[in-house]
């Protein structure tokens, strides 16, 4: 008898795969596909939602803080164009001035909205939606839940869109795009149980994916967010944006290494938390950049009147934006005044009651006493900068969310444009269900502007499950899970928090050599219930995702927001640009231009650099 081999896997007949059809696929169930879904339902569109996880298990679900809407219900001078400008003023004028205009008008109906739903908010003493202080917000601002807003605002979307028609695909990894012509004509995705894969036609596809994080090594995010509506979009053509600008958040938590990286919420600053080094000083006071100067308290007794309510006082340095935070944390650390973990010390127990901490903040007092075993209600936590966000990502058109790609759209923090150089925290819940309604409308418009329905391509649909099997049916090649952390410690030590020239191009070489490795990846065993597989189908999309952030940033030369140079220090005025990423020529290779941002209309102009007064008093 002959030596037994294992016989390739390979696929000679499309009808061997269940399709699916629907006329809008939504890849992605976390706040921004749900309502994505919901609109399409709403429009009479047949609609399915596919999720790499279970319904209920996206990134959405971890958010704490809250959601940014100018409902004025604690401070009355609150209004839209007061959050406008906050967010100009966050995403340091790089934000796309038609989003931030209908991001902050839309916001507050969308919370209502959600209220209707069924969702339930803390409430004010009158019986109002409560808001909280938050970073870079003028006004308590944020809508919450306690500090487990996220999961109210998913389980409100997904017992919602179950009940308008949804059809959801669980534990099922959209793998790459279909194409008729330049449309989009569906996906091919594998269900992770089984390792079966399937078909979905759609007229419409909505990717709603999240971020990249995981590229990182110490991150807030979970291993969902493996950049794959950008690797996806990015192989189908479409253009990526500024993926330069990642938001490292200021405070995650620093030890023990288990949990390093996970979040601290902003909310235990904005619920009056100071941040300390170590000789006990609040630093802070040290690095108010001089835009922010006339609107932040430069005392301690100043900033203490405003935690105390004083209207007339301005606020903490502590609120100052992330990225000014972020910065300021690694300078301390850098200079030798760091915690005895690497970070710096945040103290609520010596300034707010231990009842109401434990109010307020539930989910911070458990997360620090059973990860840390450590009581925040008695001592300080030590943080630390965390990769959290990407303000790039996919490019898409300011009203109807449509990307590049005819047929793709985009919506939630896989879209670029919205936050510019920097997200304000409690931004990206509102943006979720402002955005993810718009690009449920844009589908409708685009899938009844139809004169036929695309076709499905038999020989793209074999490309990409050749793909995925060739993983499997290579006799050896090298191991996913060492690959991804090579990746993970190019992308922290050469494109983190401080970047510089020398460094940069370092990572473009070690990525070049990662690339080789992802191109030589093996999963043994058989394709079901794989989780090898799995990471090594990632590897793709996370290897784009790091180089397109790296070749953005080097281009930039200036500091911005969320990207920060060493070598480039401040802003200068010819980068007020996006960084525009997509495949091109022959080779296909990875190209960066930049973009000049499009002049705002002068109403909005006026508005973004308006004296803070002038709006309040109603003047503008
Ligand atoms: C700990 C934490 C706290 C936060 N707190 C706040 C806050 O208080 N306020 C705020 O505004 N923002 C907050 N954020 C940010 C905010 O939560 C996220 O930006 C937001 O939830 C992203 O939503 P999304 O719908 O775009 O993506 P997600 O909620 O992450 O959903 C992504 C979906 O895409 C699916 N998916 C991905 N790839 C594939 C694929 N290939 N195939 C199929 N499905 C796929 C996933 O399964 C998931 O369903 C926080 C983030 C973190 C990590």
Known sequence: MGEYKIR??????????????????????????????????????STGVVCKSLLGKAHTVMAEGGMAAAMGNVDARDNWKIHFRDTM????????????????????????????????????LSGLISQR????????????????????LIRTLQDYAIHQGMKC????????LLKDGERVSGLVGYFRETGRFVIFKAKAVVFATGGAGKAWQVTSNSWEYTGDGYGMAYEAGADLMDMEFTQFHPTGMVWPPSVRGILVTEG????????????????????????????T?????????????????????????RDVVARAINAEVKGGRGSPHGGVFLDIASRVPADVIKKKLPSMYHQFKELAELDITKEPMEVGPTCHYFMGGIRVDPDSQMSTIPGL???????????????????????????????GLGAKEYVRSLKNSPRINESQVFSIIKRATSILNREKGTNPYLVHEDLQKVMQDNVGIMRQEEEMKKALIELERIKESVSQVKAEGTSQYNAAWHKALDLRNLLISAEAVTRGALMRQESRGGHARLDYEGERDEWLAYNVVSRKGSDGKMVVEKIKRPEPPEELKKIAYAKIEDLEIGKI
């Open 297 to 321: 308290a430069d005392t301690v007794e100043e900033a203490n009147r405003w935690l105390a309510g004083d209207k007339s006082a301005r606020r903490p340095p502590e609120l100052l934006t």
């Open 409 to 439: 759209f985009a919506c939630g923090e896989c879209s670029g444009g919205m936050h510019g150089a920097n997200r304000l925290g409690g931004n990206s819940l509102s943006d979720l269900i402002v955005f993810g309604r718009l690009a």
């Open 89 to 124: 003023r966050g995403g340091k004028f790089l934000n796309n001035w038609r989003m931030a205009e209908r991001h902050a008008k839309e916001a507050p109906d969308r919370v209502r909205e959600l209220e209707e739903w069924g969702a339930v908010f803390d409430r004010t």
């Open 8 to 45: 390739p896997y390979i696929m000679t007949d499309i009808s061997e795969i269940t399709t699916f059809e629907h006329d809008v696929i939504i890849v992605g169930a976390g706040g921004a596909g749900l309502r994505a879904a919901i609109e399409s339902c709403h429009q009479g569109l």
């Open 169 to 176: 695909y669980m534990e099922c990894t959209a793998l790459d």
């Open 268 to 295: 235990v600053r904005g619920d009056g938390g100071i941040l300390l080094n170590n000789k006990g000083e609040r630093f802070m006071f040290g690095y108010i950049p001089p835009k922010f100067a006339a609107e």
């Open 133 to 152: 202080n938050f970073g870079g917000h003028r006004y308590p601002r944020l809508a919450h839940v306690g500090d487990r807003t996220g999961l109210e």
